[in-house]
C-alpha cells in the first residue's frame, strides 16, 4: 500500500491539495479541549486514512469509499458539518466515472439523501434564508467531478481506440509487403531456374 500511495502521489498529488480545506472544517475543533472536540479530532483523522485508501489501494477502495462517505454522514447529522461530505463528493464521484452507472447513481443516492436531510436539520429549505446560497457548490460538486472524470475517460477510450488502429494498420500494412515480397519470389524462382547457369560462369570466368 505504501508503495501505491508513493506511486499514487507523484501522479495524482493535486487531488491531495484539496486535503487543506479540510483543516478549515475542523478548525473550530482545535486545540481539542472536550472528549467531543478529541472525538470529531479522531473521527477527522480516520477519514483522511479513509481518503488516502481510497485513493491509493485498489484493493480496499471500496472499504475506504464506504468509510469515507460514513463518517461523513456522522459529521452531517451530528456535528452539522455537511462540508466533509464534499471530499468523498468529488473524489468518489471521480472514480464512479470508471465504473459502471449504477454505482454513482448509488452513491449520488446517498449523497443528496444526506444534503437534504441537512437542510432539513438546518431549517433552510425557505429560500428567504440567506444561507441557502453556501450549498450550491456542494449540491453540484458530484455531478461536475463525474462529468469532468467521463469527459477525460471517453478522451483516453478515443486515445487507445486511435492507439489500437494504428497498430492494425501497421500490422496489415507490415504483411501486404510480406505476401508483395513473397509473390515476387514466387514468380522469379520459375525464371532463375530457366537461367543455363554453367553457361553463365563459363562467360564470368572468361571475362577475368
Known amino acids: 500500500m505504501i508503495k501505491g500511495l508513493r506511486s499514487n502521489l507523484k501522479t495524482y498529488w493535486y487531488s491531495y491539495i484539496w486535503l487543506i480545506f479540510l483543516i478549515e472544517d475542523i478548525s473550530d475543533k482545535f486545540p481539542p479541549k472536550t472528549s467531543s472536540d478529541w472525538f470529531w479530532v479522531g473521527m477527522t483523522f480516520l477519514f483522511l486514512i479513509a481518503f488516502v485508501i481510497t485513493s491509493a ?101 478515443l486515445a487507445h481506440t486511435n492507439q489500437r488502429l494504428q497498430s492494425v494498420i501497421t500490422r496489415g500494412e507490415r504483411e501486404r509487403i510480406a505476401r508483395d515480397l513473397q509473390n515476387s519470389m514466387i514468380l522469379l524462382i520459375p525464371v532463375v531456374k530457366t537461367f543455363n547457369w554453367s553457361e553463365i560462369l563459363l562467360i564470368i570466368f572468361a571475362k577475368k
Open 57 to 157: 489501494s485498489p484493493k480496499y477502495q471500496i472499504a475506504g469509499m464506504i468509510t469515507e462517505t460514513l463518517i461523513g454522514m456522522i459529521f452531517t447529522f451530528f456535528d452539522n458539518n455537511f462540508w466533509i461530505m464534499i471530499f468523498p463528493g468529488w473524489q468518489i464521484s471521480s472514480i464512479l466515472a470508471y465504473a459502471p452507472k449504477r454505482y454513482f447513481r448509488l452513491f449520488a443516492t446517498v449523497y443528496y439523501a444526506t444534503f437534504i436531510g441537512e437542510m432539513i436539520n438546518l431549517k433552510i429549505l425557505n429560500p428567504v434564508n440567506l444561507g441557502l446560497w453556501l450549498f450550491v457548490f456542494p449540491l453540484f460538486s458530484p455531478i461536475f467531478a463525474y462529468s469532468l472524470s467521463r469527459s477525460i475517460k471517453h478522451m483516453q477510450d
